[in-house]
């Protein structure tokens, strides 16, 4: 199984801010990445996928890099409603998600 | 558009059997894969597996095998996600999404089964 690994676990960054996001994997999965943002009690929400490619009507402060086993997410200038849960999901060998990354205020 | 609607909460005893379902609107069903996830309280995301929505074929990822059934009924475009022998450590939300390729790009919105005596 393919382990992904998020860091940090919680981000604490002022609205206005850039954040930069993390998830390793544990054998290369290509671009095969995805990214979910997930408010609290809410679904989560596909952001990015292809490691990439930005979901239909995800704004372009949301940006995602990376390939092989090394991935970002960077949101630029982080408004209030940002402030969430963020997972990372390779989809190379079946699925796993990353642990998730809270990114707080 | 795109909707995921799921049944409502459930409040079961231990060894109870529970069945959620999806129902799917806005788009053909049977052209999208439907997956399941599950969340643990204050917990990250676990994929349950997937099921093919053309043949009915399912496939269960490592800890989902036995206790967990996929189904669907293609005529009311609804997937089915039954827990049976339902254990304390089975509370969670679970969700139902869609997928075509890799991601998962609509979700339902979360059916809280609790397991409590």
């Known amino acids: 199984e393919i382990v992904m690994t998020q860091s940090p676990a919680t981000l604490s960054v002022s609205p206005g801010e850039r954040a930069t996001l993390s998830c390793r994997a544990s054998?290369?999965?290509?671009?095969?990445l995805a990214w979910y943002q997930q408010k609290p009690g809410q679904a989560p929400r596909l952001l990015i996928y292809?490691?990439?490619t930005r979901a239909t009507g995800i704004p372009a402060r949301f940006s995602g890099s990376g390939s092989g086993t090394e991935f970002t997410l960077t949101i630029s200038r982080l408004q209030s409603e940002d402030f969430a849960v963020y997972h990372c999901q390779q989809s190379n060998d079946w699925y796993t998600f990353g642990q998730g990354t809270k990114l707080e205020i | 558009q795109v909707q995921l609607v799921q049944s409502g909460s459930e409040l079961k005893k231990p060894g109870a059997s529970v069945k959620v379902s999806c129902k799917a609107s806005?788009?053909?069903?049977?052209?999208?894969?439907m997956n399941w996830v599950r969340q643990a309280p204050g917990q990250g995301l676990e994929w349950m597996g997937w099921?093919?929505?053309?043949?009915?074929?399912?496939t269960y990822a490592q800890g989902f095998t036995g206790r967990f059934v996929f189904s669907l009924d293609t005529s009311v475009s609804t997937a089915y996600l039954q827990i049976s022998n339902l254990k304390a450590e089975d509370t969670a939300v679970y969700y139902c999404a869609r997928s075509y390729g890799g991601d998962l790009d609509s979700w339902g919105q979360g059916t809280l089964v609790t397991v409590s005596s």
């Open positions: 054998q290369t999965v290509g671009s095969n």
């Open positions: 292809g490691a990439s």
């Open positions: 806005g788009y053909t069903f049977t052209s999208y894969s």
């Open positions: 099921i093919n929505t053309n043949t009915g074929n399912p």
